[in-house]
């Protein structure tokens, strides 16, 4: 019986769901500032290395 209730609670649901929007938002912040970041590499210290 107690198996029962514990599947038909959903108290947890929002927190978990509120808990994985939050992990794809800062994956996609991570994912973000890494290609700029690359980028701005690429740009800057590339410049400075086909001055040599």
Same mark, same amino acid.
Do not use: Q
């Given at each position: 019986? *107690?198996?029962?209730?514990?599947? &038909?609670?959903?108290? #947890? ?5 509120? +808990?994985?929007? +939050?992990?794809? $938002? *800062?994956? $996609?912040? !991570? +994912? %973000? *500032?890494? +290609? !700029? %970041?690359?980028?701005? *590499? $690429?740009?800057?210290? #590339? &410049?400075?290395? %086909?001055?040599?």
């Amino acid at each position: 019986m *107690s198996i029962r209730r514990f599947i &038909a609670d959903r108290r #947890g649901a929002t927190a978990f769901e509120y +808990a994985l929007i +939050a992990f794809m $938002v *800062s994956i $996609v912040i !991570i +994912a %973000g *500032s890494h +290609a !700029i %970041g690359t980028r701005l *590499s $690429v740009l800057y210290f #590339g &410049a400075l290395i %086909g001055n040599f």
